[in-house]
């Protein structure tokens, strides 16, 4: 069984907290785009943690976890994070995790240049988490980028380096009038926190296709969402990688596989980090309680999300992307202080009324169409079957299951692991 588990939205559905669960029905969890930018919390009965680059199923002591070709890794961040989990009592080692041979490194200097061009750009910035994403995926395209199996011999990967750290400096330097970086202090980086992961390397083509001959199940785990897909979301807003189901085979070294299954995490309600257009957004009183109620601030950043009501339009175009065969929909909990609860059913663009989602740049324009239904007004933070959640919450379920055209599987009304129902 090949299943991906997406995000249906901007990211913050509530991945790492499904990956958690749905992992114990499976041997392998590969985490298959992104970098250090994304924040996944699992909470389970090893504590709270928050995820960055290591896969949410990490935890389960049988599953093997995987970094795979697509991604971008700081390798000093990796570090830490491994070592926090460690510090927790998790167990992590070349046996339950591997590092794609072609997963690109995120250097120190993409960080800077991060930094730089945010500054630049002041108050039209990205939004960017600064954390060098989108600097090391260019590199990755303009083919200037170090990566992990180049670890595995030092004298080659000093050659590389130097030609690279060379062209980095032109930027650096001319274009941002800011100090060169040192070969010789990259390369001692690359040492400290490579050499500690050398034993991880491993070419995931082969590892899971051996798996897979031998009847293993792999859960691809994405981060962010569609709407922050690089090619399908509100470009330039977006991440720099493929937040897709169907990308998952190719980042994480399968591209020979098929996809059983597309799980796509959706939320109840809106939220979206950082800038870009966010059509559905409410402000003032409606956004701090929403934002309260669900305790919307970055796992990687600590920015407050901008916060919402559900979105057909978007949604609906996010299950399409990913494929999505069945949705989580997550944090229902969290609308139980609504007596009505706003739902952002169309958009109104041009004065014509749309269930399409627009073009990015034409989403500026378009303006949210607000109908409102019944809430259910109580706490269904302890509900574990479908009979005990009280009928308004059902009608939320089946309207949004109407709207986005996809079956709910799965219900999360809380973060804990065992905090979920299961509709079918
Ligand atoms: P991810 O990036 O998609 O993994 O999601 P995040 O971890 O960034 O954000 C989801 C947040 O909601 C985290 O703080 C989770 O612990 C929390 N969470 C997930 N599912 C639920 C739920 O059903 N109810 C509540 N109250 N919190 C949830
Ligand atoms: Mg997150």
């Known amino acids: 069984m090949l299943t991906s588990i997406v995000g249906i939205n901007w990211g913050d559905e509530g991945k790492g907290r499904m990956v958690d669960l749905l992992s114990e029905n499976y041997d392998i969890v590969c985490r298959y785009q992104g970098g250090n930018n994304a924040g996944h919390t699992v909470v389970n009965p ?5 995820l960055n680059l290591l896969p949410s199923g990490i935890f389960r002591e049988d599953v093997v976890n995987i970094l795979g070709n697509g ?4 390798l000093e961040h990796l570090h830490g994070e491994v070592q926090r989990l460690r510090d927790a009592g998790v167990k992590i080692g070349p046996e339950n995790l591997k590092i794609s041979d072609k997963a690109v490194i995120c250097m120190p200097y993409h960080k800077l240049l991060d930094c730089y061009e945010e500054d630049r750009l002041a108050g039209a910035a990205y939004g960017s988490t600064r954390r060098g994403i989108a600097p090391v995926y260019g590199d990755k395209y303009m083919k200037k980028a170090i990566r992990m199996g180049n670890l595995l011999d030092m004298e080659a990967c000093r050659k590389s380096l130097s030609s690279i750290v060379a062209y980095k400096n032109l930027t650096i330097e001319k274009v941002y009038g800011k100090e060169a970086v040192k070969e010789e202090d990259m390369f001692a980086w690359l040492e400290t926190y490579g050499g500690e992961f050398k034993d991880y390397i ?5 590892f899971l296709n051996d798996a897979v001959k031998n009847g293993k199940s792999i859960l691809f785990e994405a981060q962010l969402g569609a709407l922050r897909d690089i090619d399908f979301g509100i470009y330039p807003y977006t991440s720099s990688s493929s937040t897709i189901a169907a990308y998952a085979p190719i980042g994480s070294g399968v591209p020979n596989l ?8 959706m939320k ?3 939220s979206c980090v950082g800038e870009g257009p966010f059509t559905c957004e409410f402000f003032g009183k409606d956004a701090e309680e929403l934002r309260e109620a669900g305790g919307e601030y970055g796992v990687a950043t600590g920015r ?3 916060v919402g009501p559900f979105d057909v339009p978007a949604s609906r175009y996010g299950v399409k992307v990913q494929g999505a065969d069945e949705i989580a929909l997550t944090k229902l909990d969290i609308l139980s202080y609504l007596k009505e609860i706003p739902v952002c059913t169309k958009y109104e663009l041009n004065g014509k009324e749309t269930k399409d989602f627009p073009y990015a740049s034409v989403l500026d324009q378009a303006k949210p169409v607000i109908e409102y239904v019944k809430g259910w007004n109580c706490d269904i933070s302890g509900c574990r079957k479908k009979e005990e959640l009280p009928k308004e919450a059902l009608d939320y379920i089946r309207f949004i299951e109407k709207e986005t055209e996809c079956r709910i599987k799965y219900v999360s009304v809380g973060a804990g692991r065992d905090e979920y129902i299961v509709m079918y």
């Open 268 to 270: 109840a309600y809106s």
């Open 46 to 50: 090893m504590g709270k943690f928050a």
């Open 71 to 74: 991604m971008v890794i700081d």
């Open 304 to 306: 407050p999300r901008r």
């Open 202 to 206: 491993c070419d995931t083509t082969i």
């Open 258 to 265: 098929r996809l059983d299954n597309v799980v796509g995490i």
